[in-house]
């Protein structure tokens, strides 16, 4: 059943958005986490009680925005119903502002931060700790197993634990994928998603440079199962969770006939904390200069220093 969404009050919140401090907006905003090309928050207004949204504000037209929801809604039916994976009810929402500009909103209902498989996992024990690792493993591995008997249709898919959220926690882990706004899948080798999108918040001369430099290794690794179970591994350290890497390294390797190790994750982690590093230092060097050289508007919120 769709979410009730009053899109009038959320272009008002739209329009009203501080980018730089969205906690001071003109209907205030509580940031609750950043994706790859969108940033998650709750809108403090009791109409959007029990919600949470991911702005996402890279389209130059609505017909660019149009596409993504329709890729978007097909990416969710594909993991809903030929990957089998649970996935959070979502709905995009198309905004146009009176100025002119385009952005898309997903709504989710609003999850308990102790739910986030990231904070549950810190917050078990370490049997707990091993059954909802595993648990994130068998969801990744059904991506594994619908692309090898689909010819025409390959799906990517961000497993890092913080993606999932458990949906029930009694007997085996029940996970639900969460992460849903970076609908990657490709149709006859064809990426659905433009990945350009991902460049449009660094200055449009370095954008190149990161697509040229690493734009086809980020999303490449998406698609290739020991890859994805290498940055779930990875993205432990980031949680502050290496002391559990050794034993999901294990866990993984029931899984791998190439088996990995702790020092090829922290090495994989070492350079993926290089390139977002890189991507986020672009992205704020932009905000610089279109905020205090030009004195124009930044349409991304970004976060702030990424512990890592």
């Given at each position: ?24 907006s003109r209907i205030p905003a509580k ?130 634990i913080s993606n999932w959220a458990v ?142």
């Amino acid at each position: 059943m769709p979410f009730d969404i009053n899109k009038e009050l959320l272009k008002e919140f739209e329009e009203g958005l501080n980018t730089l401090k969205p906690e001071k907006s003109r209907i205030p905003a509580k940031i609750i986490g950043y994706g790859e090309i969108s940033t998650v928050f709750t809108i403090e207004h009791p109409s959007f009680n029990s919600l949470v949204f991911k702005r996402i504000p890279v389209f130059s037209s609505r017909e660019e925005a149009e596409y993504y929801d329709a890729i978007l809604r097909e990416y969710l039916q594909i993991l809903r119903d030929d990957v089998c994976i649970d996935v959070a009810q979502s709905q995009g929402i198309i905004i146009e502002t009176s100025d002119g500009r385009i952005v898309y909103y997903v709504v989710q209902e609003l999850i308990p931060k102790s739910n986030i498989a990231n904070s549950f996992i810190i917050s078990v024990d370490e049997k707990d700790k091993i059954n909802v690792f595993k648990q994130a493993v068998v969801e990744i591995l059904k991506v594994k197993t619908f692309n090898e008997r689909s010819d025409k249709i390959k799906v990517g898919i961000d497993g890092q634990i913080s993606n999932w959220a458990v949906k029930d926690s009694s007997g085996n882990m029940q996970l639900t994928y969460i992460d849903v706004s970076t609908p990657l899948y490709r149709k006859d080798g064809k990426e659905m998603l433009n990945a350009e999108l991902f460049l449009k918040s660094t200055p449009p001369i370095i954008s190149g440079i990161l697509k040229l430099a690493f734009l086809k290794e980020v999303l490449d690794r998406y698609y290739d199962f020991k890859s994805i179970l290498i940055d779930l591994v990875a993205n432990l350290f980031k949680e502050g969770l290496s002391e559990f890497v050794p034993k999901a390294v294990d866990i993984v390797n029931d899984f791998l006939d190439d088996k990995i190790s702790v020092d090829q994750v922290k090495s994989y982690y070492k350079r993926d904390a290089f390139i977002w590093s890189l991507f986020q230092s672009m992205r704020r060097t932009h905000r610089f200069f279109r905020t205090k050289i030009m004195r124009k508007r930044y349409e991304f919120v970004l976060p702030g220093k990424i512990k890592r």
